[in-house]
């Protein structure tokens, strides 16, 4: 009786084993089940991470070859000295020439505006013509000047500001307006104040600024070569976008021939800038012949007006120039911006 009951109570003891065995196995197996259910769904956000990383990585390198494909190599600067100049050249002004000859020879020229493909220039350069009435002196200039340029490797644009209407001529306030339509087009590091009938012999006459404002024309053919006087500064000058903001650009008061070359070289002066002038060999230029134009008589006014240059400077010029721009049309050669000036006041 005594075995018998012992071996009963061992076997009920082993009942619950197994069921405890039973019980554990399956919430194992539940717990296997479910995780492999669960995976392929949700990965664990290290997962997440990885994939992440090398799925930018991707991305990164073929933003990088398309990149490449698309920018061009970076351009070098252009020379200091165009390999491309010719020295003094033969000029020449036919009666024949047709601005569409002048367009064709210039296809590269695009709304005026050129810039070597080679090399990127040194200066950008806005070349500024005072006009009216001179569409002959214009072509030659058109001529001459595209391809002069173009050796001297330069970013530039040619404007050639018209003055509407035949009230009295003012050169002095169309070259104000120059600079300041020039420069809503692009910031331009240098200006170029251009009479249309001077036309420049050799290209080693650099349009580009300098540390100082320049003065391109030594000479011209009618007067033998020779600057005229001490301190003279007309036909063709040179000034940074710097140094013509600094002297509040021309004077607008100068209506008629003269004075207005003379009461800008005294702002120059004023502010303590030296006018500096390449050698007399190179600055040399060809004037196309002509006669005084009626509607700019010589100004009787000019000689008060200079003396009050040092008191009025500063609140008459590019602050104060008042004009209504009536087109702005880009010919393949030049950007051509007519305005209405307004006329002398008394
Ligand atoms: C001299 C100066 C010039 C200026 C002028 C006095 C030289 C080489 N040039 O030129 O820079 O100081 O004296 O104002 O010393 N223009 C027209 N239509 C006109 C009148 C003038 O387009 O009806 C323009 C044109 O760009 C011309 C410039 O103004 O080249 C100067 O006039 P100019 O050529 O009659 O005077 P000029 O040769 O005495
Ligand atoms: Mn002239």
């Known amino acids: 009786m005594g075995y018998c009951s012992s071996i009963r109570k061992i076997s009920r003891k082993s009942k619950y084993v197994i069921l405890l065995i ?61 390999p491309l100049l010719l020295g003094a050249v033969k000029l020449s002004f036919e009666s024949s020439l047709k601005l569409k000859d002048v367009e064709k020879d210039n296809e590269e020229v695009n709304e ?39 050796r001297q490797q330069l970013h530039y644009a040619i404007y050639v500001i018209q003055q509407a209407g035949d009230v009295t001529f003012n050169r002095a306030k169309l070259l104000n307006i120059g600079y300041l339509e020039a420069l809503k087009d692009y910031n331009w590091d240098c200006f170029i104040f251009h009479d249309v009938d001077l036309v420049p012999e050799n290209d080693h006459n650099l349009y580009v600024c300098d540390t100082q404002p320049k003065h391109l024309v030594v000479g011209r053919n009618a007067t033998g070569y020779r600057l005229r006087y001490k301190g003279y500064f007309g036909g063709v000058t040179a000034l940074s976008r710097d140094q013509f903001f600094k002297v509040n650009g021309f004077s607008n008061a100068y209506w008629g021939w003269g004075g207005e070359d003379d009461d800008l070289r005294i702002r120059v002066e004023l502010q303590k800038m030296k006018i500096v002038r390449p050698p007399k060999n190179v600055a040399r230029y060809t004037m196309v012949f002509h006669k005084r134009d009626s509607g700019n008589e010589v100004n009787r006014d000019r000689m008060r007006l200079l003396g009050r240059t040092p008191q009025s400077w500063r609140k008459d010029g590019l602050n104060s120039c008042s004009y209504k721009t009536l087109s702005v049309e880009r010919m393949p050669l030049y950007v051509n911006v007519t305005v209405d000036i307004g006329k002398r006041l008394s």
Not at 32 to 49: A, E, L, N, W
Request: charged share 20%.
């Open 22 to 82: 039973l019980v554990l196995s399956l919430l194992a197996w539940i717990a296997i089940f479910s995780r492999d259910m669960v995976k392929p769904i949700y990965p664990t956000t290290q997962q997440t991470h990885v994939k992440e990383e090398s799925q930018r990585k991707e991305v990164d390198l073929q933003i990088e070859a398309a990149n490449e494909i698309n920018t061009p190599p970076q351009k070098t600067k252009c020379p200091q000295v165009s």
């Open 112 to 150: 005026g505006e050129y810039k070597p493909s080679d090399c990127t220039a040194r200066q950008s350069v806005a070349i500024l013509i005072p006009h009216r009435n001179r569409e002959r002196h214009l072509l030659y200039l058109l001529h001459h000047l595209h391809p002069f340029l173009q």
